[in-house]
Structure formats: structure tokens, C-alpha cells
């Protein structure tokens, strides 16, 4: 399950970078971003670790072109609901939602 963790920290570098071709104050105006994703990595990281992320989880997670964006984009959304968006477990709630998403197209 390394490669899943590997992409996430492949990502997150490529970002890092491009934050740091930014000025000073773009780098402040998206400090949230940098937090959610910092956290994505790694609470991802730990879980693969872990062997909480499944064959089939990395599977699906496989698909997605970037996946720190999909957790920010994810916790943006519950923000922008009104639920409490904290960066800490961003990634677990996204990959919970695709999940019973996946469930629920079996269902189906």
C-alpha cells in the first residue's frame, strides 16, 4: 500500500514548490489549503500504514488526477454546509464518503 502514500507525498511536494514560486502573500491566503493538505498526507500516509486503506480503496483513489484536491475541494463543501471542516481527518471523511458512495452504487 506504499504507492498510495508515495502519490500523496509525490503531490504535496509539487504543491509545496508551486506555493513557493508564489509571493509571501499568496502563500498566507491559501494557508488553509497548505493545512488540509499537509494534514491529507498525512493522515493517508497513516493509514496506509496502518492497512486501513484497502486494495479496492486504492483502487478508486487510483482514478482520481489529484487527490490532496479532491480532500480540499471535500472539506471546502462541508464548510461551505455549515459543518465544522477541521484539516485533521479531511482525508478519512473524503475516503468515508467514497466509500458509501461505492456502497451505494452497488445498491443500485
Request: aromatic residues 4%; proline residues 2%.
Amino acid at each position: 500500500m506504499g504507492n498510495i502514500s508515495e502519490r500523496v507525498g509525490r503531490e504535496f511536494r509539487r504543491f509545496q514548490l508551486d506555493m513557493l514560486r508564489t509571493s509571501r502573500d499568496n502563500i498566507f491566503a491559501h494557508a488553509r489549503e497548505i493545512d488540509v493538505k499537509r494534514q491529507a498526507v498525512e493522515d493517508i500516509c497513516r493509514s496506509a500504514e496502518a492497512g486501513e486503506i484497502t486494495p479496492e480503496d486504492e483502487e478508486k483513489i487510483g482514478s482520481i488526477c489529484s487527490i490532496l484536491d479532491a480532500v480540499y475541494c471535500c472539506c471546502e463543501n462541508e464548510r461551505a454546509e455549515g459543518r465544522a471542516a477541521p484539516a485533521q481527518g479531511a482525508a478519512l471523511r473524503w475516503l468515508a464518503g467514497l466509500r458509501r458512495q461505492d456502497e451505494k452504487n452497488r445498491e443500485e
